[in-house]
């Protein structure tokens, strides 16, 4: 095989002998297996390679780089001639001929159940170059995988199979997995090289058995109930069963979070009942849920917690009445629009248990001729005067009911100032210090309405 051509280049005539170049070796470093490795065309200077195949191995040699001092001389190589010397540097380039082989036949590992991570390091051996590709192992299993459960990748430093738990392990599934692993190079072997039996190994995985915490079912656990049912009422009857099912342990159940204080769990049967009163305008209740924790506690030794979530949608029922806004008004005695206030309604209930609000005074304790209110819509009304009135406080209960069945109804005083209103100066100081006057009133309520 050609491995290079050397080329020397004499100044001297080229038409006579002093210009005519022979090639020659003069010395091979390193000297073995053979002195002689490489032979030179004399007239061309090609370098070419003369022992058998087997010699230029590079696993077996004990350096793959060859230094060949070359001499040119002219005069046609007669001894009267001049010489000059090069170095030729030949390396032997590595091939994928040798497979990369299990250190092992078989291989352990152990692994606690519901683990996950690196279980065992698979070892290889390839004489090939660990800079190339030919020595750098790639991991397959072939069988033993079904559930995905395993997944192996090399390690780039050390080529070791990294052989890793992936889905959590179930001991009482099964205590035992047998794995069968191929490696092969990332580069093609050579023609005449393929991969032996010694490129699969089996892999014996023995699960540990561990305690696992019990598993409530379903989660989260859901009911609907009517807010204000009797305290004591039986809600639901938790379930939690143990995976450790070989252990045959008892559960015992308690409370881990009830924000509001309304729950109680039987420890041995998990009955659920309230101790308090479940009302859906509570804090503690979000959209209409309420949200507890429970636990499961299995007898090992440790033992082990499961946690389950109760949500409970609570039914509203008409338990609130409606309250009015503003509760303070200003009018002047003097006033041309007798309008006083625009009132608003609110109900913390949900429809049908709220609007339409139906608005009315309440025992006039002054002549009926007096004070007016209006509806203006299903949640606002109008209060106005059917006459001036004198500077003074004035106390107007307004009741106000909501359309749940049986209804709410809320009677609030609205305290209406009669003021004195000369040249642009309003003037309440005989009728009590208020700080919203009727017009401000009037606009708010407007914008209150603007934005239903």
Known sequence: TTVMRMTAFDADDPATDNALLRYNIRQQTPDKPSPNMFYIDPEKGDIVTVVSPALLDRETLENPKYELIIEAQDMAGLDVGLTGTATATIV?????????KFTRKEFQATVEEGAVGVIVNLTVEDKDDPTTGAWKAAYTIINGNP???????TNPQTNEGMLSVVKPLDYEISAFHTLLIKVENEDPLVPDVSYGPSSTATVHITVLDVNEGPVFYPDPMMVTKQENISVGSVLLTVNATDPDSLQHQTIRYSIYKDPAGWLNINPINGTVDTTAILDRESPFVHDSVYTALFLAIDSGNPPATGTGTLLITLEDVNDNAPFIYPTVAEVCDDAKNLSVVILGASDKDLYPNTDPFKFEIHKQTVPDKVW??????????LVSLLQNLNKANYNLPIMVTDSGKPPMTNVTDLRVQVCSCKNSKVDCNSAGSLHLSLTSLLLLSLLSIAGL
């Open 92 to 100: 032997i380039d590595d091939k994928n001929d040798h497979s990369p």
């Open 147 to 153: 559930g995905q459960s395993f997944e192996i990748h």
């Open 372 to 381: 007016k209110i209006s509806k203006i819509n299903n949640t606002h009304a």
